[in-house]
């Protein structure tokens, strides 16, 4: 039961492509799972993704949003 509340909380918060549009402040929005919108200063926008490789942080950047 626990588990279901857990899958159907995090799909609410799941960026859609009409938030991801009318996103403007520089910053980071997370997506879920490690995934997250990055908007620099000078407006550019990028996918990364925060992950664990050998118990260090790693972050990878995906590409332009």
């Given at each position: 039961?626990?588990?279901r509340e857990f899958r159907r909380a995090?799909?609410?918060n799941?960026?859609?492509?009409t938030a991801v549009?009318?996103?403007r402040?520089?910053?980071r929005y997370p997506d879920g799972a490690g995934l997250s919108l990055v908007i620099s200063s000078s407006a550019k926008r990028s996918w990364a993704y925060r992950y664990?490789?050998?118990g260090r942080a790693r972050?990878?950047?995906l590409g332009d949003a």
């Open positions: 039961r626990g588990s995090r799909a609410a799941k960026l859609t492509a549009q009318k996103l402040h520089p910053g664990q490789l050998n972050e990878m950047t």
